[in-house]
């Protein structure tokens, strides 16, 4: 069903893969609702996945680009000001990677040069982007940024590795970014903390099976599926939530305010 929530906005998607993907359900959402979108990967990812199917149907330019790169996004960044010939009104980070957990490597016996990688991936990458729509004065008064962030970023959990840490890192870019861009131009910067979600990133960590079932027990309201983050993330891109900022929101069926018992 569609409420009109994102009419006549414009907005940049980034880490959509395939239809695992959780920016894959956010774009589809976004449209729905009554956006444009541009939709952004790493060339890899492009070629390798099926963005160019889902930008098809929602009638989607995509742009290649290596979120890493200050230069490639700049490209990014002004390619879509000119696609949509002005300022944007939404951004999604929703990129992640760690090569320790890809390699099997535990948080115990990092790789140090994974780890950096896994950081710039991860974390850098959104500060990266925030600070090129800011020098680009890229987004409209009110605009929304969102990530997408997970629970390890505030409790320790084995087998998430140095995720965990890249996501602690996500939500303070989110809080510190977040502050400059509302008092100086408006904009709201908050993180979703999402249930486990088998996404193909997701598929990666170790007892991913596992730790979705015993969590999905746990939380109140079961675990939060993919479309149900892209329902969330829309709102945020909204104007009903135009004075949430700085903050990490939870789409997680009540899991985050649940002391387990052992």
């Known amino acids: 069903m569609s409420y009109n929530l994102l009419k006549g906005k414009r907005g940049i998607i980034t880490g959509v893969l395939n239809e695992q993907s959780i920016a894959w ?4 959402r976004a449209v729905e609702e009554g956006a444009e979108v541009l939709l952004t990967n790493t060339p890899m990812a492009i070629r390798f996945g ?6 098809a149907t929602i009638n989607s330019p995509v742009v290649a680009a290596d979120a890493t790169s200050v230069s490639d996004l700049e490209h990014l960044v002004d390619t879509a ?3 949509f010939g ?4 939404f951004v999604l980070h929703s990129i992640g990677m760690s090569p320790n957990i890809r390699k099997g490597i535990g948080y115990e016996a990092l790789n140090y040069d994974f780890y950096a990688k896994t950081l710039d991936i991860s974390a850098m990458s959104y500060h990266k982007l ?10 409209s008064k009110g605009a929304s940024v969102v ?9 320790a ?10 996501k602690a890192m996500l939500q303070s870019i989110t809080r510190n970014f977040g502050i400059i861009f509302a008092q100086e131009k408006g904009v709201r910067v908050n993180t979703v903390s999402q249930s486990p979600t088998m996404t193909t990133a997701g598929q990666g960590i170790e007892g991913m099976t596992e730790m979705i079932d015993t969590i999905d ?14 329902d969330y993330v829309i709102t945020l891109f909204s104007d009903l939530t135009r004075k949430i900022t700085m903050q990490t929101l939870y789409s997680d069926g009540g899991y985050s305010s649940v002391l387990p018992i052992s």
């Open 86 to 89: 002005g300022q944007l009104d």
């Open 50 to 55: 099926t963005i160019n199917q889902l930008a």
């Open 81 to 83: 000001m000119e696609h």
């Open 217 to 230: 027990r746990i939380s109140p309201l079961g675990n939060a599926s993919a479309t149900d983050c892209a």
């Open 25 to 28: 359900q956010v774009a589809k």
């Open 147 to 155: 990530a997408l962030s997970y629970i390890a970023g505030d409790r």
């Open 130 to 139: 925030l600070q090129t729509l800011y020098k680009k004065d890229a987004l």
């Open 157 to 166: 959990m084995r087998g998430y590795g140095d995720m965990a840490d890249a």
